[in-house]
C-alpha cells in the first residue's frame, strides 16, 4: 500500500496550518516549568471530559457528571451496563496513556493491548478483546439516543485486516522515525486508514482517539492532557462523520483523496494548541504558578525593575528557587531580562 500518495501536494492552506499549530506547540510549557499540582488537576479534569465525550460519541448517555461521581466510588462501584463498563475502561487507558506514553511501543501488539484494557470491563466484548474482527463490521452514524442513522462506509474485510494492519503500522513506525514527512501528517493517515480498516468487532472510534493522544504526545505535542481533544470530537461530530465519509471512500480507487480529513484533523488540533496557550494567558497564569513563583511573579507586579537578589531579600523566597521562577516567567513571556552577569534585571513584560 503506497500510503505516501495520500500525504503528497497538500494544499497551501493546510500547511499554514501545520505551521501555526508547530508555532503554538513551541510556546507551550509543560511539566515541571508550571506549577505540577495545577496540572495535575487539569489533567484529572480532562480525564472526565474526554472520557464523557469520547464514549458519547459511539452513542454512551453518561454525562461529565456521572462520570466524575463513578470515578471518585471505584473501589465500590459495580459496573452493571455497558456504558460504565466502558467508561471505565476509557478513562484507565487514556489515564495510562497520559502517564505513560513514552514507555508505550508503537506496534502491533501494543495496539491489541491497548483494545484489550480498552474494553476489559466490558461482558459483551471478553471474547475478541484484543484480537481483531472475524466477522464483516461497518462505520454507522451514532444519534444523540445511541441508534444508528445510517452506514457511513463498508470496511476492510476481516479475512485482509491482519494484512493491512501490519502494512499501516510498519508504515507509520518507518515514517515517523526520520521525520521527513511531517508528524501531524503521518498521524492523520494512520487514523483515516485506522478507522477505515475498523480492525476490531467493537471499539475502534475509542481506540483511535485514544491512539491519537499517544501518537501527539510522542511526536512533542505536550499539551494533549491539559485540553480534551476528544470533546472538540463530540462537538463536531457531524463534520467529523462527512470528513470521515468524503476521504474515505476515495481510498483504494485511483482517485485517493484525504484532504476533507486533514483539513478536520488539523482544525480539532490547532483549535486545541489554542486553547491550551490561553491556559498560560494573563488571566490563567497565577493558577498555573507555584506559590513561590506567585510570589516572585506578584512582587515584580508592583515594582518597575528588580535584580534576583531584591527580589529574593523582598520575598523571602530563595535565591536558587527565585532564579527557577524568572526561568519560568521569561519563557511564558510574563518577564523580561534587562542586562547581563551580576547587573542583571528583571521586569514584567508589557504586553
Do not use: C
Request: net charge positive; no cysteine.
Amino acid at each position: 500500500m503506497n500510503y505516501n500518495k495520500h500525504i503528497q501536494n497538500i494544499p497551501q492552506n493546510l500547511w499554514a496550518v501545520i505551521n501555526k499549530i508547530d508555532e503554538l506547540k513551541g510556546r507551550w510549557i509543560g511539566g515541571a516549568e508550571i506549577n505540577p499540582q495545577a496540572l495535575g488537576r487539569l489533567k484529572r479534569s480532562v480525564l472526565i471530559t474526554s472520557t464523557g465525550a469520547s464514549t458519547r460519541i459511539e452513542g454512551a448517555k453518561l454525562s461529565d457528571e456521572d462520570i466524575e461521581k463513578m470515578m471518585h466510588g471505584l473501589s465500590m462501584q459495580k459496573f452493571a451496563d455497558r456504558d460504565r463498563q466502558e467508561v471505565q475502561g476509557y478513562y484507565e487507558l487514556l489515564n495510562n496513556v497520559f502517564n505513560s506514553y513514552d514507555k508505550i511501543p508503537f506496534s502491533e501488539s501494543s495496539i491489541q493491548h491497548l483494545h484489550k484494557e480498552l474494553l476489559k470491563y466490558v461482558k459483551k466484548d471478553e471474547l475478541h478483546r484484543g484480537e481483531y474482527k472475524k466477522t464483516e463490521n461497518r462505520v454507522e452514524m451514532i444519534n444523540e439516543v445511541g441508534e444508528s442513522v445510517g452506514v457511513l462506509f463498508d470496511t476492510t474485510p476481516a479475512w485482509l485486516t491482519p494484512k493491512e494492519m501490519q502494512e499501516l503500522i510498519e508504515w507509520t513506525k518507518e515514517a515517523l522515525v526520520p521525520k521527513e514527512i511531517h508528524p501531524l501528517l503521518v498521524i492523520a493517515n494512520f487514523l483515516v486508514e485506522f478507522l477505515n480498516i475498523h480492525p476490531f468487532q467493537d471499539g475502534n472510534g475509542r481506540l483511535s482517539r485514544v491512539l491519537t493522544n499517544m501518537l501527539m504526545l510522542k511526536a512533542g505535542y505536550a499539551y494533549m492532557p491539559y485540553v480534551s481533544h476528544e470533546k472538540l470530537v463530540e462537538d463536531n461530530k457531524a463534520e467529523y462523520y462527512v470528513a470521515l465519509r468524503k476521504s474515505q471512500k476515495t481510498l483504494r480507487t485511483e482517485n485517493q483523496n484525504i484532504t476533507p480529513w486533514l483539513e478536520f484533523f488539523f482544525n480539532i488540533i490547532l483549535t486545541q494548541a489554542k486553547q491550551a496557550i490561553e491556559l498560560l494567558s494573563k488571566e490563567n497564569i497565577e493558577k498555573l504558578l507555584s506559590p513561590k513563583q506567585l510570589l516572585v511573579w506578584q512582587y515584580l507586579q508592583k515594582v518597575t525593575e528588580a535584580t534576583p537578589g531584591e527580589i529574593s531579600k523582598a520575598t523571602k523566597v530563595a535565591r536558587p528557587t527565585v532564579s527557577q521562577a524568572l526561568n519560568t516567567l521569561l519563557r511564558l513571556k510574563k518577564t523580561e531580562r534587562i542586562g547581563q552577569g551580576r547587573t542583571t534585571r528583571y521586569r514584567k513584560k508589557e504586553n
